[in-house]
């Protein structure tokens, strides 16, 4: 057995405290130190282990003692064997990196391996503390939402084996260091038409599309189209202009992108969560709960949408109940926003998701240059698309699909006008229209109807042949996304411009086991506007159809 020579000298050299001279030393911190220096050998890798040791130490400053690492330092002096020294000042050393930076754990053999983060315990740790205040509940609501994102084994497997109150404490002192990905996090919030499906065909769009500068959507919603381009919009450090004409959109995705509102939205968001907490004393909500909840929030978002719609408790009440609602379906109205609860009981428990995603989102702002607008669409094309260096692309509202060639569209159409007209000849009284005059008016609109999901009040009578007359405006390279219509074959043809067809797995409503999910198709419009060029086909065929992944 190798045995060890302690070094009694009291004036050992420790080189590692220069620089840790500007903190008053606690009592707890220096029993620890003590019992360090009584490790001191001849051993001289042994000594520069301790020194480390002692360095890392000293950073930590511990205030409490940590008992974990009491019951090792407090063996040392009674450690005879030189190898079982070295091993026992390396575990120690590793614990305390861990308190500092927990990436650089070292976890015992005797740790049982877990490959995720028991978010269950996170909840149940956060709902038990909801009567502390505010602030401090908002401390540990964004500690524990960072640290239930991580995928870092090593950290894992420390949180797997801390007592709550150790977890808190770790948490609040480490998130800063805990890396994370999930991959709900892609969007902000939920929202009809999302591009997400759609990023590999926008980003080969856009890789091909060369001297661009400026990145331009008019329609920008939920931030689809942004998100799909943002690889080339970022490997390119292309200028961003993001349009919506709801207020409500923009101040909210305005407030995301600021350096201080991004934080005060978190907080909002960790009192309504609290509060939720406090009202229902659970944080498995049931429908019924969740649903009477959800719409006292909507309530106090109506009433806040009348008098400020930049406001920042507007901006976090309108993500949170996007996110728990159905689906993205959002209908603005004069009354009021309205967002259907979800029936999904496991969305209420996702409250940890909203760091992430308004995290994750203010570094995307920021990242490039990104400028938002609250404006038609047509203002926005005449300010930044008349340039050949900008890439416009469009997602507005969506028409429904219409199965007719562009001849038999044209001359659906002229019958109808040729019978409304008729009809308005007919008139006895003339300041007044017949029925038939405007059933026929009925029929040509339902030829260009929107569909069901329209976007309400910014929505709801949009003329979508006036936009696709409005693109001669754009100079640059664009693309444009809808339902297939005759309507847009007959533009793209006129321009010139080339038409791919998206196929898609529905993603509405649930199927049964064995039944056949429903697969949905997209036109994908790209190209420069020409209206000289000769005339270009654009009839679908099967083999035009592109699938989504």
Do not use: W
Request: aromatic content about 12%.
């Amino acid at each position: 057995m190798a045995t060890l020579t302690k070094n009694t000298n009291e004036t050992t050299p420790i080189k590692i405290y220069k620089g840790a001279v500007n903190f008053v030393k606690n009592d707890y911190l220096k029993s620890l130190e003590k019992n360090l220096n009584s490790s001191f050998t001849d051993d001289t890798i042994v000594n520069k282990s301790i020194n480390s040791t002692l360095a890392t130490l000293s950073k930590l400053n511990p205030t409490k003692p940590i008992s974990e690492i009491d019951n090792l330092v407090a063996e040392l002096p009674n450690i005879t064997n030189i190898d079982e020294l070295k091993k026992t000042i390396a575990l120690i050393h590793s614990k305390f990196k861990n308190l500092l930076k927990p990436k650089e754990d070292v976890v015992r053999k005797e740790v049982k391996a877990t490959k995720t983060i028991d978010k269950e315990r996170l909840m149940l740790i956060l709902f038990t503390l909801k009567f502390l205040n505010q602030k401090k509940f908002f401390k540990i609501f964004y500690a524990l939402s960072i640290l239930s994102y991580t995928k870092d084994k090593n950290v894992i497997a420390r949180v797997h084996n801390l007592t709550d109150e150790e977890l808190v404490d770790y948490a609040l002192k480490n998130h800063k260091y805990i890396s994370f990905d999930n991959p709900h996090l892609t969007h902000l919030y939920p929202y009809g038409g999302g591009k997400q499906k759609f990023m590999k065909f926008l980003n080969e769009h856009l890789k091909t599309t060369l001297n661009i500068d400026t990145f331009v959507d008019p329609f920008m919603g939920g931030m689809g189209s942004f998100y799909s381009g943002f690889r080339q919009i970022h490997e390119r450090s292309l200028n961003v202009v993001l349009n919506d004409l709801n207020p409500m959109i923009f101040n909210l995705n305005k407030n995301v992108q600021s350096k201080t509102k991004h934080k005060k939205m978190m907080q909002h968001i960790s009192n309504i969560t609290r509060l939720m907490f406090r009202k229902y004393d659970t944080y498995e909500l049931s429908h019924e709960q969740y649903k009477e909840f959800h719409l006292r929030l909507l309530r106090l978002l109506n009433h806040i949408e009348k008098k400020d719609t930049k406001s920042v408790l507007g901006s976090s009440l309108l993500l949170f109940v996007l996110n728990n609602g159905f689906g993205g379906n959002y209908k603005p109205s004069k009354k009021g926003s309205y967002i259907s609860p979800s029936t999904d009981e496991d969305k209420y428990v996702r409250f940890f998701n909203f760091v992430g995603k308004i995290e994750h989102y203010h570094f995307l702002y920021n990242s490039v240059n990104v400028k938002f607008e609250n404006k038609d669409y047509k203002s926005i094309i005449k300010k930044y698309s008349t340039k050949s260096n900008t890439y416009t692309t469009f997602d507005p509202p969506y028409l429904n699909r219409l199965d007719m060639s562009i001849e038999e569209f044209e001359a659906e159409m002229s019958r109808l006008k040729k019978l409304e007209k008729q009809s308005k000849k007919k008139r006895k009284d003339k300041s007044k229209q017949t029925r038939e005059e405007i059933k026929y008016q009925k029929l040509q609109y339902k030829l260009l109807e929107s569909c069901v999901f329209n976007y309400g009040l910014f929505g709801d009578s949009f003329d979508h042949e006036q936009l696709l007359k409005d693109l001669p405006l754009v100079k640059g390279e664009l693309s444009y996304f809808n339902y297939p219509h005759p309507i847009i074959e007959k533009y793209a043809t006129q321009y010139n411009l080339h038409i791919d067809l998206l196929g898609r797995k529905s993603t509405n409503g649930k199927v049964e086991a064995g039944e056949k999910i429903e697969e949905k198709f997209e036109t994908f419009m790209t190209g420069k506007v020409n209206q000289s060029s000769q005339v270009n086909n654009n009839s679908y065929t099967p083999n035009d159809i592109k699938e989504v992944a």
